[in-house]
């Protein structure tokens, strides 16, 4: 018998609990990833996007945010994953937390004005990434699906990060339309 994860690892893997819900799991910890990108992106813009060295620092924190939830989320579902013996179980979904990061990076320095806009522009803003990301995640196109092969946490969270890197071009394409 493998030995058990940490608490924590548990938390982390299934992006605070969200990956318990159902159906749809994936889809339920995209959503608490959106709606965590949305509270960190708040918190680091708070006083509204910086000019100069102030902006460089913010994307020097987006960047190791990223970085950092990437390496917990692959440390976290190794542990998950040695301890139930499953491959890839549903309810680990900080791989998508890790995606819909990546695929929101256009919106990181819109997020103040798009959420005092409020309506419909706001929800169209946060859905676009959000089902690009989803339908890339599901879709699964090359090499996405033969990424997740990797062994244990390296293999679940690689496919979310490189199906987020496949939606960065098209979330930068609708931007326009989006926040006009």
Do not use: N
């Amino acid at each position: 018998m493998s030995r058990k994860a940490p608490r924590w690892a548990w938390w982390v893997a299934t992006g605070l609990g969200s990956g318990r819900l159902r159906p749809a799991p994936g889809t339920w910890g995209s959503l608490a990833g959106l709606a965590a990108w949305c509270l960190f992106a708040c918190a680091a813009t708070w006083h509204g996007p910086a000019g100069g060295p102030g902006r460089a620092a913010l994307e020097v924190v987006f960047l190791l945010a990223l970085g950092l939830m990437a390496w917990l989320a692959v440390r976290a579902s190794d542990l998950v994953v040695r301890e139930t013996g499953r491959e890839d179980p549903g309810y680990i979904v900080i791989d998508e937390w890790v995606g819909m990061w990546v695929t929101l990076w256009p919106l990181r320095w819109e997020v103040h004005g798009l959420l005092a806009a409020g309506g419909w522009r706001w929800a169209a803003a946060l859905a676009v990434p959000f089902l690009v990301f989803r339908v890339l995640d599901i879709w699964k196109p090359w090499p996405v699906y033969q990424i997740q092969e990797l062994p244990g946490g390296q293999g679940i969270v690689a496919d979310d990060l490189v199906a987020g890197l496949y939606g960065l071009p098209l979330v930068v394409a609708a931007l326009p339309w989006i926040i006009r």
